[in-house]
């Protein structure tokens, strides 16, 4: 089993930046895919970035270059560093991985961009 906490979402002005935490409490933490997903008002849930257990990422099209995704193994944490930020990333965001066929999320993390 698997259980995340995020931390780090806010409000902050268009253009600002934000980093977000997910803390992981699991043994087999290094050795699964880990994804940021969100969710704004009246949306279906979006994957924005995803890390390997090896450390390669992907990114959705609308946060590549804006966004970074990064774990550390050791610590069972993984980050969402967010620049550049738009309204249009108001959103809680969640972390979320897969075990055996089962889906883990946390409670997620407001992120509001407004000025």
């Known amino acids: 089993q698997v259980q995340f906490v995020e931390s780090g979402g806010g409000l902050v002005q268009p253009g600002g930046s934000l980093r977000l935490s997910c803390t992981a409490s699991?043994?087999?933490?290094?050795?699964?895919?880990i994804d940021w997903y969100r969710r704004a008002p009246g949306n279906e849930r979006e994957l924005v970035a995803s890390?390997?257990?090896?450390?390669?990422?992907n990114y959705v099209n609308s946060v590549k270059g804006r966004f970074t995704i990064s774990r550390d193994n050791p610590k069972k944490m993984v980050y969402l560093q967010m620049t550049s930020l738009s309204p249009e990333d108001t959103a809680v965001y969640y972390c979320?991985?897969?075990?055996?066929?089962?889906?883990?999320w946390g409670q997620g993390t407001q992120v509001t961009v407004s000025s």
């Open positions: 699991s043994r087999i933490f290094g050795l699964y895919q």
């Open positions: 979320h991985t897969k075990v055996y066929g089962d889906d883990y």
């Open positions: 890390i390997s257990s090896s450390g390669r990422t």
